[in-house]
């Protein structure tokens, strides 16, 4: 499982765990980081797919840490399209 961008903590609070840091305001930017957070949140889906393949079980971690990585990554990715729409909405 490769993740592109670090993993950030806002509150210390495990449901803050997110990927997604905005580099900007344009909406150029925000859909750029939205393509990279898309990036991990596929790498992390396909992480789930091969755990039970024996090629691949042994590179990816362990159960537990694979689904985790999924939910930090569907997080991150919620909140990249939010970021979108949100500011899209503005005058």
């Known amino acids: 499982m490769i993740l592109s961008t670090p993993l ?3 509150h ?7 990927t997604y840091t905005l580099d900007g305001d344009s909406l150029e930017t925000r859909i750029s980081d ?8 596929l790498n992390t889906e396909a992480s789930l797919k091969f755990l039970d393949d024996g090629l691949w079980a042994d ?3 362990d159960r ?3 689904e985790e990585a999924y939910k930090i990554s569907t997080r991150s990715l919620k ?4 970021a979108i ?3 899209s909405k503005l005058p």
């Open 8 to 10: 950030h903590y806002n």
């Open 34 to 41: 939205c393509k990279t957070v898309r990036e991990a949140w």
């Open 12 to 18: 210390g609070m495990a449901y803050n765990e997110h």
């Open 64 to 66: 537990d840490n694979v």
């Open 59 to 61: 590179r990816l971690g």
């Open 79 to 82: 909140m990249a399209t939010d």
């Open 85 to 87: 729409k949100t500011k």
